[in-house]
């Protein structure tokens, strides 16, 4: 197996880190910007010198995993490079969702091979979680010698992957971060709404869970038109009306549930032409 340093032992890194072990990959070196977080990356993952030297790290390894913020990749990138490292076949992959492997470029001109290996994987924390890689999916993008590395290292982590091209790296991530975070931020605004209701926190979460995980497990057995339910679909005016009340006092909320009305609507079953005119109609019009 290929010797492994990582640069960044954050949530990311360390679970990374945890599950290549895992799968039988040994970690060489973990560094940090201050050496008791390499520490704990490190007693975390099993394996490893714990560092705060980036060059020395990657001298430890013939595969270098850089998985520190974006702002920062290309700043590691020519660290690395101007040392007195050889770079000649090493390789090199960075863990952004945004950024290309052209952020790698003052390594590639020394010969490295350069990725961009991005898990589409939310990391709420830095103690690992089992599996945390087994059947994601991971956008892949970077020169032919690196894909081909990255896909065996995938394939070990009984994961999948796509292949992204540099044009499209953007809207890759946007997509990723739409289906997540939006995501997040809609059970906060259910939530809160419950709240006003007179329903506490603790007890507004438990009771939506539920819902979203049976929608969660529709999507997957009926694909994502086919998992839309609710009064949009059925063209209940009568209660989206109620709705669009309820919201009244909301502003920010209620552009939101407008906004996604819409989007709803035009994925929607509805098949009366009437209701459907007077429900697209309603939203365009408190909108505009």
Sequence with gaps: MMDISIIGGGRLGTNLG????????????????????????????????????NVECA??????????????????????SSSELTW??????????LLTSDALSSLKEKNAYVASFHPIQSFSQKKPIEDKFKGIYLGLEGDKEALDLAKKIVEKLEAKYLIISKENKALYHTACTVASNFFVVLLDIATELLKEAGISQELAFNSLFPLVKGTMENIEKYGIKKALTGPLVRGDLDTIHAHIKALKDKPEELKIYHQFSLKILKSSKVKDNKKLNSLEALFVEEND
């Design 88 to 97: 000649k076949g090493r390789y090199v992959f960075h863990c952004s969702g």
């Design 59 to 80: 001298s430890l390894g013939n595969l270098i995993f850089i998985c520190v913020p974006d702002r920062e990749i290309e700043k590691v990138s020519k660290e690395l």
């Design 18 to 53: 945890f599950a290549l072990t895992k799968r039988g990959f040994l970690i060489k070196a973990i560094s940090c910007k201050s050496l008791s977080s390499a520490k704990e990356s490190v007693n975390f993952v099993g394996q490893g010198i714990p560092l705060a030297n």
